[in-house]
């Protein structure tokens, strides 16, 4: 599977169409709305976990934005 944003697929990236040409088995491109280079990272899990724990004002928290998913064919 390749994860990216919503723009990035195996049809417009050579890197990611060589690895598409060169794999077997299911193949799935993922994209994200609004995504962006940190999108995939552990702090889609550990940053809420910090907020419970810390109080993070609303504000603050409610400046990153969680993408939409949205699959590619």
Do not use: C
Not at 1 to 15: A, F, Q, R
């Amino acid at each position: 599977m390749l994860m990216g944003k919503e723009s990035g697929t195996h049809l417009n990236k050579p890197s990611w169409q060589a690895f598409w040409d060169h794999s077997t088995g299911w193949k799935r491109d993922l994209g994200l709305e609004r995504g962006s280079h940190f999108s995939y990272t552990d702090a889609q899990s550990f940053v809420p976990a910090l907020d419970e724990r810390l109080d993070i004002p609303a504000e603050t928290r409610e400046q990153s934005s969680y993408p939409e998913v949205s699959f590619v064919r």
